[in-house]
């Protein structure tokens, strides 16, 4: 019997300590050490034919969740005390039908918007990341019954902007820094 005990004893051990490192919660910023405040001032917005609000709501949603997933990092809407900054141009917003009812008329409709963002480190003076081309696409139906017609351009900008922000948010904590420069 001591002779069975003894292999599952080592076998549970190897286990144990051989996959201690397969789970390691993120607990820091991919931020270098000495960025402890991040501003994000209202985005800019360039694409052809106005949208209500769509540089706001992309705006607002970045420092949302920065403030949700940030890991301590401060937010603020000016440069400021900042040490870093996330700069964000919406370069493009299409919004198109894609699909047609029996009548001829646009039923499913897709919107697209194309933005750029930058993350500059402020005390270095150094760009941290840098995509010009940042896509999100989305679609939303309208009702065939006129009563109950809702516009859900509106709600779908929300759900991008969320997108967007996550998408930023996730490089930002997670991304930046996994790349260790040379001499450190």
Known sequence: MKLIKVPLF???LLLVFGFRDCYKPVTKSGLPKHIKTVAVPAFQFEARGARYRVESRFTEAVMREMIKRGRGLK???TLDGADAVVEGTIRDFIFSGV????EGRARV????IT?????RDLKKNKILYD???FIFRDSFEFSQDP???FNEEEPAVERMARAFAESVVSTITNGIG???EKGN
């Open 10 to 12: 080592i076998c549970f």
């Open 75 to 77: 937010v603020r809407g």
């Open 99 to 102: 699909l047609l009812d029996r």
């Open 109 to 112: 409709y897709e919107v697209k």
């Open 115 to 119: 933005s750029a963002v930058t993350i």
């Open 131 to 133: 995509n010009q081309n």
């Open 147 to 149: 009563r109950s017609f």
């Open 178 to 180: 996994v790349r260790k």
